[in-house]
């Protein structure tokens, strides 16, 4: 079983590879919206450093009294461009629902799907996707609700208990098992949205209920491949972030952009890599429950 | 006596319960103990107090003697007293003031907490309880305890001595503010009856503000402290005797001369540090009394401090006291950090604190300073508080600067730094112009104005005072400052003359807009220019460098109110300098400049020098954009919306 988990993630590894037209147009996305976002700031900016002899301070090194001062002029004033960029974020998420199903009908058919045929996939699944998303957050009130009284019960333990590390060590452990309860979930709501790709199925109680059983009924196997791609994430995340900090230097704007957009595209490919074991998983060992699903549907 | 029918229901049963302490006899004079070295100071007081520490109900009960020495060359017969932990309580003024300042600080009945006087005797004219009256000379409010004055029956002549004899009850908040305890961590200052201050020919004694701290005379104090066997003391002063006793207790004698107030610590879990440091009047003991949890950060405690008597004792004068206690407060009663008692300093860190957050540092810095500007410079901190915070805050820089590398003296992590002065900067960019740093501590318009002008502006006054007058006789003033006016309590204008003096400067025009006016410091470079002085030609010849003719504008603008004379630097492209010196008194000015070079930028105050210029970024102008700043930080910003944008399509 262990070598047979171990054959998904490496086939969805695989499977991204060979799709990586999907990984390249998110990533453009992506760029592309926060560029939008990041556009006004840049701006903004510009008024004030290009000119200045003070944005030396900024370029070679970064003095944070001087970036707080800058970010506290009026003619920067973050608070107001937080919520502009913020919009763009918006706009990527949105996006990314639309694009789930046409995402997930190519990796299913493993090939290059048409326009049409990925655009069909995007709409149809469209509506019933942010109905789930509803369902979603219903189902992370709890968590959200048991990660704050977790913050609240640790910040108390961090001030009153007699040992000091007990806070610190509850916050750990509550936003460990917050951050796995997330995964779980987010699992459970991932199997849904395969299955209602891979069914055609467009009500989606019946596929947050298939997304329960699926994911639930086969807990040990979905949660280790999930557990193997992240922890290859985050192997992946490290390097590049050791060289940002430790070996680029302030003043190197193009190669700090560089190792920024290799640290994005990781994380997206990471996404991406879940999305198509998930896939790869359903069809390997999907059709019997979903046979099971569909007596059930005509009886 | 005055006050509400609570107050004198509490006062009797405390005189009924301690009437052994007062009988209808006048109390007998007892000589307080002689001077055991040549004084440093002028005492005026000698505090002999009896306390004991009830660990399970957190409160204080003890005796106080008080001898008190009229050198005020007038007959007293009014003395005044500070009840400070009587602010603790929800009707009281500091409280409501932190309540107006901060609409969420909520109120916590753990954080209750109260002194009581519950006998009152002076020697030779008897039992005064009764007499006791509450006063509210700051706001009239009629529910703040923290003064009361008495009466004598008849006044102490110039030149004698009173004593007086009170037995009090105190209980302990949970710490909220400098004082109180913690599990079994007890932080005890502000917790005895203080007399008040004969001052200017009048009693000065406030009631306890938010913002405001003490001022109180010099003198002895020989305190003997009752307290768990299993405690470990710290306290001002030099502990010369501890006893057990049979009930478990153990009892600490603590001696200490020419210091104006006394505070202590005690604690089972202290770890106990010690090393010495060698001044230029002598050994002094460092006694760190570290939280379990801290222990391993008394190396960079240790480095500060020493690094900070180094400097202090060598810029400003001696420490002349043998001993320096640190307390580190242990988690969660961080409220009872950074704060400054004579010979004893509470510091403030946590388990996690990163090398590169010199936090630590920084907080014990700060105290240390606090025993030359509050300690022996003994001034009003309820009325010019910016002459020991601000000045302290001007020498934390200084010390920090020297310690540290001084662009990353506060923060030097993963590439980012911060340095204080550019720290406290920002704090005064806050609130530059609400208030003048002469305002009294609790007068100023909120508490955040009260930090930002008492401390970071004074700080970036003396900061441009020393662009002014240059760093060695800034030095040499605050050096002569101290020397003259140790153990006394000099005033603001002292402090100003003694610049202007060791300076030989009229810095009147100075004074009149940093220290008691509230104009705002604002220099511009409007425009640069430069054009080809054949710009009309219809068929110019073309452009060479180093023969084509330009002429060349700088327009210097001041757009703050705050007159200060600025140099402005030019820079043109075949490497020529010119400065410029501008006495600023003019709303603009023009340079103009005829030259076989164009501009490169023009900048106000090249040196850096004038801290109080509240935006750096106006000082200079390029002619040619340079965009690479502006792209670094494009790119982190674009980066963190990436970022933030995958991470919420997680959710999709």
């Keep these: ?299 | 006596m005055r006050g509400t029918e609570s107050l004198l229901k509490i006062l009797i049963a405390g005189a009924v319960l301690t009437s052994g302490l007062r009988g209808a006899e006048p109390v007998e004079l007892t000589a307080p103990p002689g001077p055991t070295a040549e004084p440093l100071a002028e005492r005026v007081v000698a505090y002999q107090i009896d306390a004991r520490l009830d660990v399970n109900k957190k409160t204080i009960d003890a005796t106080e003697l008080l001898t008190y020495r009229n050198l005020t060359g007038r007959p007293l017969d009014v003395f005044p007293f500070h009840l400070y932990l009587n602010a603790f309580q929800p009707k009281s003024t500091a409280v409501r003031e932190a309540r107006r300042d901060d609409r969420n600080f909520q109120w916590k009945d753990k954080n209750f907490g109260s002194i009581e006087v519950r006998s009152f005797a002076v020697a030779g004219m008897g039992d005064l309880t009764r007499q006791l009256v509450f006063v509210q000379p700051d706001d009239g409010n009629p529910d703040d305890r923290t003064v009361f004055q008495v009466r004598l029956a008849r006044p102490v002549t110039p030149g004698a001595q009173v004593q007086f004899k009170i037995a009090f009850h105190a209980q302990l908040p949970e710490g909220l503010a400098r004082t109180g305890y913690k599990r079994d961590f007890f932080m005890v200052a502000q917790w005895f009856p203080k007399v008040g201050v004969w001052w200017k020919g009048a009693w000065n004694c406030h009631q306890f503000h938010r913002t405001t701290e003490f001022f109180a005379d010099f003198g002895t104090y020989d305190v003997k402290l009752t307290v768990p066997q299993s405690c470990i003391v710290g306290s001002s002063g030099e502990q010369v005797a501890s006893i057990n006793n049979r009930d478990g207790t153990k009892t600490v004698s603590v001696h200490a001369e020419d210091i104006h107030d006394f505070a202590w610590a005690a604690s089972p879990d202290f770890r106990v540090v010690e090393d010495t440091w060698q001044g230029s009047v002598g050994t002094v003991k460092i006694r760190l009394l570290m939280s379990p949890g801290h222990v391993k950060q008394a190396p960079r405690y240790l480095q500060a401090l020493k690094g900070t008597l180094e400097r202090f004792d060598r810029w400003y004068g001696p420490y002349p006291y043998n001993r320096i206690t640190v307390v580190d407060p242990p988690h969660g009663a961080f409220g009872a950090g950074g704060m400054e008692y004579p010979t004893l300093i509470t510091a403030g860190t946590t388990w996690w604190m990163p090398r590169g957050v010199r936090l630590p540092e920084l907080i014990v810095e700060h105290e240390f300073g606090h025993q030359y500007w509050y300690g022996m410079v003994a001034t009003n901190e309820f009325e010019e508080a910016w002459l020991d915070e601000g000045i302290n805050f001007y020498a934390e820089v200084k010390v920090m600067g020297s310690l540290y590398e001084p662009a990353a003296s506060g923060i030097d992590l993963w590439g980012a730094t911060l340095n204080d002065a550019g720290a406290q900067r920002l704090s005064y960019l806050g609130t530059p112009d609400t208030d003048p740093l002469t305002r009294r501590a609790y007068e100023y318009m909120t508490s955040d104005a009260y930090g930002a002008v008492s401390y970071a502006k004074t700080a970036m006054v003396l900061l441009t005072l020393e662009g002014l007058i240059g760093e060695e006789t800034l030095r040499h003033a605050l050096q002569a400052y101290f020397l003259r006016y140790r153990f006394t309590h000099p005033t603001g204008e002292d402090f100003l003359k003694t610049v202007e003096e060791t300076s030989g400067q009229n810095l009147r025009w100075f004074y009149d807009q940093a220290v008691y006016g509230t104009q705002v410091l604002d220099y511009a470079v409007e425009r640069v220019n430069s054009d080809r002085v054949d710009w009309f030609e219809k068929k110019p010849p073309a452009e060479k460098k180093g023969e084509t003719l330009y002429r060349s504008t700088v327009l210097v603008r001041r757009k703050g109110d705050f007159i200060f004379p600025v140099e402005v630097k030019v820079k043109f492209d075949n490497g020529e300098r010119v400065r410029e010196k501008w006495d600023g008194r003019d709303r603009w000015i023009r340079y103009t400049y005829q030259k076989k070079a164009k501009i490169v930028s023009a900048e106000i105050d090249p040196d850096h020098r004038v801290w109080l210029d509240a935006n750096l970024f106006n000082n200079s102008l390029t002619r040619e954009p340079n965009r690479a700043a502006t792209r670094k930080l494009s790119n982190y910003w674009l980066f963190l919306t990436q970022l933030f944008a995958q991470l919420l399509a997680w959710m999709a």
């Design chain 1, 1 to 299: 079983m262990g070598a047979s988990k171990a054959a998904v993630v490496r086939a969805a590894a695989r499977l991204v590879w060979r799709r990586q037209h999907i990984l390249w147009w998110i990533y453009a996305l992506n760029f592309s919206l926060a560029l939008m976002g990041t556009l006004p700031f840049s701006l903004r900016l510009s008024r004030v450093l290009d000119r200045s002899l003070a944005a030396e301070r900024l370029y070679k090194g970064f003095d944070l009294t001087v970036f707080i001062e800058l970010v506290t002029q009026p003619d920067v004033s973050l608070r107001a461009l937080v919520p502009g960029s913020f919009l763009f974020t918006l706009l990527f998420f949105v996006t990314m629902l639309f694009l789930t199903g046409g995402i997930l009908e190519a990796y299913r058919y493993d090939r290059k799907l048409k326009p049409g045929e990925f655009f069909y996939s995007c709409g149809t699944f469209f509506r019933p996707f942010v109905r789930l998303l509803g369902l979603l957050l219903i189902v992370l009130v709890p968590v959200g609700v048991l990660f704050g009284l977790v913050q609240r019960w640790s910040n108390r333990l961090a001030a009153d208990a007699p040992w000091e590390m007990l806070g610190f060590w509850v916050q750990v452990g509550g936003t460990m098992v917050m951050l796995f309860l997330f995964m779980v979930v987010r699992l459970w709501f991932d199997m849904a949205q395969v299955c209602a790709v891979a069914e055609g199925e467009l009500r989606m109680r019946y596929a947050f209920v298939r997304g329960y059983k699926l994911t639930f009924g086969n807990f040990g196997v979905l949660i280790w491949i999930y557990l193997r791609i992240l922890l290859a994430t985050a192997v992946g995340l490290v390097l590049p972030l050791w060289v940002w900090v430790e070996l680029v230097r302030p003043e190197w704007v193009a190669v700090s952009f560089l190792v920024g957009q290799a640290l994005v595209l990781w994380w997206l490919t990471a996404r991406l890599w879940l999305r198509a074991s998930e896939t790869l998983w359903y069809q390997e060992h999907g059709p019997a429950l979903s046979a099971e699903y569909l007596d059930r549907l005509v009886a």
